[in-house]
């Protein structure tokens, strides 16, 4: 249906007071509302009455998709099916020292698969791989579509941040959701997320879902319930979709800060880095692979992609990025070229044991604290601070010892991070039971049959 003859076939009180009685939309009232709402046509006190009809009441999966379809189609879809080689992403629900974002794309491009990958800022205490990036001196996250394209077929991955022609009305319907108490409904961010996706013009996508205290969603079922929807929608959308749900109860790797982040990413292209981030980039980019057809089994997309890693090319293809994206790609040498802050301070533990638990979000809130992340959203963030963790949960720690370190420009901001992190790691007499990184696996019928 065309938008004209939709705006005068509906009226949008009748679509909000639909959805309060939990009547099944149509596809055309979802197109309707959606198209309107992005051309200014509907206004913002109507959509927020919606946003929460939807929040309480849910959706169909039928309805889902073509909330996607009609936030994907309010802007530009890229197409980039000129480029041979498959299209292939990765998107995370955010936690804190997450950095696999910047791995992958090297590495998955090293293997022939082409990473076209639109990505996002921090939110709330969860880091932003934009961010992170944008800690390379001179790296340009804002390139054009045509540039994106030239990088992405120079080098088989580019980088960049949301543009103002991809998926409007997700821009307009976030900004609503985050001041009407509605961010939380797991349609509403299915399509949040799947509709900025598929306007990269991928064939297929790997979601890494991630549960725990540092993530979104707190727990597993909660996880698993976005996951199965993001799945089935992007697979009702014709793509090859699948979900790995991970574990977010500690930060990922050792550190969290967006220059301090980077070093652990070169860690891991030179084949080196902590266990967990090393073993989740494998296992990321192993279905990565597959999915984008350079191996014909996620057992060897694995075993390809620690060969890229010892082989020095996946590093390459990073320094090959970082220069066609307008960064220094002396970085990858000499990582004092990365802005490094001005004092590191010692957290040390008040005990001897073994460390039980951290609260993972309280890290992340102690990395925005020292200016690594936005308290609003005018801030700008500081690259050189961060926190670097030398202990994990199961780890044995003596009276004195060292938990983290801290990088830090302020005094008065180091004092509160300290705080923060002494409050959220518990040490216990014995060891925890150690979880598992990877918790769960939900794989679409089509990536199934790849
Ligand atoms: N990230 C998004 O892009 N959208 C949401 O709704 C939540 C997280």
């Given at each position: 249906?065309?938008?004209?003859?939709?705006?005068?076939?509906?009226?949008?009180?009748?679509v909000i007071r639909k959805k309060r009685d939990s009547i099944e939309l149509s596809q055309a009232e979802i197109e309707y509302f959606i198209?309107?709402?992005?051309?200014?046509?509907?206004?913002?006190?109507?959509?927020?009455?919606w946003l929460?009809a939807v929040l309480l009441r849910g959706m169909t999966r039928a309805e889902t998709a073509a909330l996607t379809d009609a936030m994907?189609?309010?802007?530009?879809?890229?197409?980039?099916?000129?480029?041979?080689?498959?299209?292939?992403?990765?998107?995370?629900?955010?936690?804190?020292?997450?950095?696999?974002?910047?791995?992958?794309?090297?590495?998955?491009?090293?293997?022939?698969?082409?990473?076209?990958?639109?990505?996002?800022?921090?939110?709330?205490?969860?880091?932003?791989?934009?961010?992170?990036?944008?800690?390379?001196?001179?790296?340009?996250?804002?390139?054009?579509?045509?540039?994106?394209?030239?990088?992405?077929?120079?080098?088989?991955?580019?980088?960049?941040?949301?543009?103002?022609?991809?998926?409007?009305?997700?821009?307009?319907?976030?900004?609503?959701?985050?001041?009407?108490?509605?961010?939380?409904s797991p349609y509403l961010i299915c399509a949040?997320?799947m509709s900025?996706?598929?306007?990269?013009?991928?064939?297929?996508?790997?979601?890494?879902?991630?549960?725990?205290?540092?993530?979104?969603?707190?727990?597993?079922?909660?996880?698993?319930f976005l996951?199965e929807l993001m799945v089935e929608t992007g697979e009702r959308m014709?793509?090859?979709?699948?979900?790995?749900?991970?574990?977010?109860?500690?930060?990922?790797?050792?550190?969290?800060?967006?220059?301090?982040?980077?070093?652990?990413?070169?860690?891991?292209?030179?084949?080196?880095?902590?266990?967990?981030?090393?073993?989740?980039?494998?296992?990321?980019?192993?279905?990565?692979?597959?999915?984008?057809?350079?191996?014909?089994?996620?057992?060897?997309?694995?075993?390809?992609?620690?060969?890229?890693?010892?082989?020095?090319?996946?590093?390459?293809?990073?320094?090959?990025?970082?220069?066609?994206?307008?960064?220094?790609?002396?970085?990858?040498?000499?990582?004092?070229?990365?802005?490094?802050?001005?004092?590191?301070?010692?957290?040390?533990?008040?005990?001897?044991?073994?460390?039980?638990?951290?609260?993972?979000?309280?890290?992340?809130?102690?990395?925005?604290?020292?200016?690594?992340?936005?308290?609003?959203?005018?801030?700008?963030?500081?690259?050189?601070?961060?926190?670097?963790?030398?202990?994990?949960?199961?780890?044995?720690?003596?009276?004195?010892?060292?938990?983290?370190?801290?990088?830090?420009?302020?005094?008065?901001?180091?004092?509160?991070?300290?705080?923060?992190?002494?409050?959220?790691?518990?040490?216990?007499?014995?060891?925890?039971?150690?979880?598992?990184?990877?918790?769960?696996?939900?794989?679409?019928?089509?990536?199934?049959?790849?």
């Amino acid at each position: 249906m065309s938008p004209s003859t939709a705006i005068q076939t509906f009226r949008a009180i009748d679509v909000i007071r639909k959805k309060r009685d939990s009547i099944e939309l149509s596809q055309a009232e979802i197109e309707y509302f959606i198209d309107a709402y992005t051309r200014g046509e509907i206004p913002d006190y109507q959509v927020s009455a919606w946003l929460m009809a939807v929040l309480l009441r849910g959706m169909t999966r039928a309805e889902t998709a073509a909330l996607t379809d009609a936030m994907l189609h309010s802007g530009e879809v890229l197409d980039l099916s000129g480029l041979p080689a498959r299209k292939v992403d990765k998107h995370s629900t955010g936690g804190v020292g997450d950095k696999t974002s910047l791995v992958l794309a090297p590495l998955v491009a090293a293997a022939g698969v082409a990473v076209p990958m639109i990505s996002g800022r921090g939110l709330g205490h969860t880091g932003g791989t934009l961010d992170k990036l944008e800690s390379i001196p001179g790296f340009n996250v804002n390139l054009p579509v045509a540039e994106f394209r030239r990088v992405l077929e120079s080098c088989g991955c580019a980088m960049i941040g949301q543009t103002a022609e991809i998926a409007p009305a997700d821009r307009k319907l976030y900004a609503l959701r985050d001041v009407t108490g509605t961010v939380e409904s797991p349609y509403l961010i299915c399509a949040s997320i799947m509709s900025k996706k598929l306007a990269e013009g991928i064939d297929a996508l790997v979601l890494d879902v991630k549960t725990g205290s540092g993530a979104f969603m707190k727990n597993e079922n909660d996880a698993a319930f976005l996951a199965e929807l993001m799945v089935e929608t992007g697979e009702r959308m014709g793509k090859r979709v699948l979900a790995l749900i991970t574990d977010m109860d500690q930060p990922l790797g050792n550190m969290i800060g967006n220059a301090l982040e980077v070093v652990e990413v070169v860690d891991v292209l030179r084949g080196g880095g902590p266990q967990d981030l090393r073993e989740l980039c494998l296992e990321l980019a192993a279905w990565m692979l597959h999915l984008g057809g350079a191996s014909k089994t996620v057992a060897e997309g694995r075993r390809r992609s620690a060969e890229l890693i010892a082989s020095g090319k996946a590093l390459e293809k990073f320094r090959q990025m970082i220069e066609l994206q307008a960064g220094d790609p002396r970085v990858n040498d000499d990582l004092k070229r990365l802005p490094q802050a001005q004092k590191i301070t010692d957290v040390l533990s008040p005990k001897a044991g073994y460390l039980a638990s951290i609260q993972c979000e309280q890290i992340g809130t102690a990395c925005v604290i020292l200016g690594g992340g936005r308290e609003r959203k005018e801030d700008s963030v500081d690259p050189s601070v961060g926190i670097v963790l030398h202990k994990k949960v199961g780890d044995r720690i003596a009276k004195a010892e060292s938990i983290a370190s801290i990088h830090y420009n302020s005094e008065p901001r180091a004092e509160r991070a300290r705080q923060l992190i002494v409050e959220s790691c518990a040490i216990a007499d014995t060891p925890p039971t150690a979880k598992r990184l990877l918790i769960h696996k939900i794989i679409g019928r089509s990536a199934e049959s790849n």
